[in-house]
């Protein structure tokens, strides 16, 4: 059975049932678990279900943004690896921008012991990085309660008078064509964010790599490198267009 058809069968079971655990749903699609776990994870990502511990459960259209504790619990071990890449560029005395992504997120782990100097959007990278080497600069602005950041008119001001050297930025999606995001106040710190840094990382599982959603917000020249998990064909035109590509490390 082809992801299309999976997906479409497991919709209409969450739909019909609220929710499911993996193994009732890899029973009913004749597949195995580890198959079942993986397009749980890529419908999670793309914002068509909530993932749960051992399962998903239907997500209600009319919410709208997927909330950050949904994103962050997905595809964990990939993101790690891309944040443990991401770190070996930052070096005592930069300073950085990071967005309220959960990729992003992933990176406090790793530069808690590093002396730099953080500003963000981001209400849990404040948190996990309140105790560490970092000094931390919260960014003004209205509390998105989902989404867990600072977004609006007053933060992008706030983000415009500071200059970082190197800014580690989520996406939604991103192609040859450009960068893309699902709704307008993220692209808008996004792109704030890109635009008062001298170098810009896009950190992103290979999900989102080749994908085009809602919004267009900007081109591929505004960031200078991709730090993804794995190849992707759509990675070769990004390259031609002169933008770096790294790849995670374990």
Same mark, same amino acid.
């Given at each position: ?31 195995s ?12 990502d ?11 459960? +239907? &997500?209600?259209?009319?919410?709208? =943004?997927?909330?950050?504790?949904? @994103? #962050?619990a997905?595809? %964990?071990?990939?993101?790690? /690896? ?7 560029e ?7 921008f990071?967005d ?24 849990p990278?404040?948190?996990?990085l ?10 003004g ?11 609006g +008119? &007053?933060?992008?001001?706030?983000? =415009?008078?500071?200059?970082?050297? @190197? #800014?580690?930025?989520? %996406?939604?999606?991103?192609? /040859? ?20 840094s ?16 809602y919004?267009?917000?900007g081109?591929?020249d ?20 002169g ?8």
């Amino acid at each position: 059975m082809t992801f299309p058809k999976r997906k479409q069968l497991i919709l209409q079971i969450l739909d019909k049932n609220g929710d499911a655990d993996i193994h009732q749903l890899a029973i009913e699609l004749g597949t195995s678990e580890i198959t079942v776990r993986r397009d749980l994870n890529r419908m999670a990502d793309d914002g068509m279900l909530y993932r749960t511990h051992g399962g998903a459960s +239907k &997500i209600d259209p009319l919410m709208g =943004a997927k909330t950050f504790d949904n @994103k #962050a619990a997905v595809n %964990i071990k990939a993101k790690d /690896a891309i944040c443990c890449r991401a770190a070996d560029e930052i070096v005592d005395g930069d300073i950085i921008f990071m967005d309220c992504g959960s990729t992003v997120f992933r990176l406090c782990q790793f530069i808690k012991n590093k002396k730099i100097k953080v500003i963000t959007n981001s209400l849990p990278v404040v948190y996990e990085l309140h105790n560490s080497q970092a000094t931390v600069n919260m960014i003004g602005g209205e509390v998105d309660r989902d989404r867990q950041a600072i977004h609006g +008119k &007053i933060a992008e001001e706030h983000i =415009a008078r500071y200059r970082a050297t @190197k #800014a580690f930025l989520g %996406i939604d999606g991103i192609s /040859a064509n450009g960068l893309f995001a699902q709704s307008e106040k993220e692209a808008s710190i996004t792109l704030a964010l890109a635009t008062h840094s001298k170098q810009t990382f896009i950190l992103c599982d290979v999900a989102k790599i080749g994908k085009e959603t809602y919004l267009k917000f900007g081109e591929l020249d505004l960031i200078n490198t991709i730090i993804t998990d794995i190849e992707n064909p759509e990675l070769e035109l990004i390259r031609k267009k002169g933008v770096q590509v790294l790849f995670g490390k374990s």
